[in-house]
């Protein structure tokens, strides 16, 4: 079964407006984290925020915020006021506490490619 | 920046042959790992290091073995190499960040580009 689904492949958003990346889960874990990265086509991962499962508020990091919805497992990336340069891969990836021993073990969605429009 | 190379950068090499990947990290992190991405599957775990000699597999290690003699290199080797093994491959370091250091966050190499014909 897919821990991570990220069901749009491809998004496309006009310069300056907001847009939103979805992504759901799947766990029975109680302690997680969740993630998104940014990959853009030069390749390389950067890292954009981070998610506690017991955070009591979504994290915000700049213009990126995750919309953390426990009870529907759901943790979209919402960027803000989108820029040329978020034109890339997004993935969401897990983190499942697994009693201690994953080890940090991400588990990633297929990912979305998120195309800006001047 | 997490301080991390991969090398080398891009390989092409035959089926059947030995290739070994290295990544190398600065900063001291224990926990080290290797991906791979392909096209449709996102990145998947093939190894991982929780310290010097300690290593386990992940979802993907068929055809990999990984070795850790220091705690700066983590090395990856596919023992034979196959088509099915042409792909994107990604070391990664888990880092303590956030506000109370409590945070585990991952942070990736530049990636190697490997294909196997």
């Known amino acids: 079964a897919q821990k991570i689904t990220q069901t749009q492949p491809g998004m496309f958003v006009q310069e300056k407006e907001a847009v939103t990346l979805d992504c759901t889960y799947d766990t029975s874990d109680q302690s997680y984290g969740l993630f998104w990265y940014k990959q853009p086509s030069s390749g390389e991962m950067i890292f954009l925020i981070y998610q506690g499962s017991y955070d009591e508020q979504n994290a915000t990091e700049g213009r990126y915020s995750l919309n953390f919805q426990k009870a529907r497992k759901s943790a979209n990336l919402v960027i803000s006021a989108s820029q040329l340069g978020d034109s890339a891969m997004y993935f969401c990836?897990?983190?499942?506490?697994?009693?201690?021993?994953?080890?940090?073990?991400?588990?990633f969605g297929q990912g979305t490619i998120l195309t800006v429009h001047p | 920046d997490a301080g991390i190379t991969q090398s080398p950068r891009h390989k092409v090499t035959e089926t059947g042959t030995p290739v070994t990947l290295r990544c190398h990290q600065t900063?001291?992190?224990?926990?080290m790992y290797w991906y791979r991405q392909d096209p449709g599957h996102g990145l998947r775990l093939i190894h991982y290091s929780y310290g010097v000699k300690d290593t386990d597999k992940g979802e993907v290690s068929d055809g990999y073995s990984v070795s850790r003699s220091k705690t700066e290199d983590f090395l990856l080797t596919l023992e034979s190499a196959t088509s099915s093994q042409t792909s994107v491959y990604f070391c990664?370091?888990?880092?303590?960040?956030?506000?109370?250091?409590?945070?585990?966050?991952?942070?990736f190499g530049p990636g190697t580009r490997l294909l196997v014909l």
């Open positions: 900063e001291n992190h224990r926990y």
């Open positions: 990836a897990m983190r499942e506490a697994a009693g201690g021993t994953s080890y940090g073990k991400l588990t």
């Open positions: 990664a370091i888990s880092k303590k960040t956030g506000r109370s250091g409590g945070q585990e966050t991952q942070y």
